[in-house]
């Protein structure tokens, strides 16, 4: 696991990857998102989806199955990991720059039980799993999953 350091005055355009990772409640027949608590990095206290930074070299599907997995526990299959979208993050209110590469991945309910915080150093408490309609009511957001939720489809999550 490499680790990227970002300075204060950020000098380039860093990319980051969120993964939507979702099941189905068997119970109330609803679509559940794996979201967190940032804490001690940029967005500490805002809601985020499990992700990081993309390696060099490393592919948008790689990248989301090994941060999943270094911070959920989760192994995803590679060839169930889809890209969705990218958003330009500019966050000139902390001189950060961000491409942040939004993927997809819907496990069986049965793997949920893996589930755990694997990097307590970087989550607030436990990872949460929610519906879309209680992550868009969660507040706040990290800025670029609030920008996906402002500005993106979101009925394949329903």
């Not at 990772?21 to 001690?40: H, N």
């Not at 209110?93 to 496990?107: E, G, L, N, Q, S």
């Not at 970087?122 to 996906?148: A, M, R």
């Amino acid at each position: 696991m490499s680790t990227i350091t970002v300075t204060a005055e950020q000098k380039d355009v860093l990319v980051g990857v969120g993964c939507f990772v979702t099941y189905t409640d068997s119970k109330a027949g609803q679509t559940r998102i794996l979201v967190g608590q940032r804490a001690g990095s940029h967005g500490a206290g805002t809601w985020q989806l499990p992700g990081g930074h993309l390696e060099m070299f490393e592919d948008f599907e790689t990248c989301a199955k090994r941060e999943i997995e270094e911070e959920t526990n989760l192994t995803l299959p590679l060839q169930d990991i889809k890209m969705l979208t990218a958003t330009n993050n500019i966050m000139q209110d902390i001189k950060k720059h961000y491409v942040t590469i939004f993927m997809w991945c819907h496990i069986p309910e049965a793997a949920i039980v893996d589930v755990k915080v694997m990097e307590p150093h970087k989550l607030q408490g436990e990872w949460q799993w929610l519906t879309i309609d209680e992550l868009v009511q969660k507040k706040p957001l990290f800025s670029p999953l609030q920008k996906f939720v402002d500005e993106q489809d979101l009925t394949f999550l329903k």
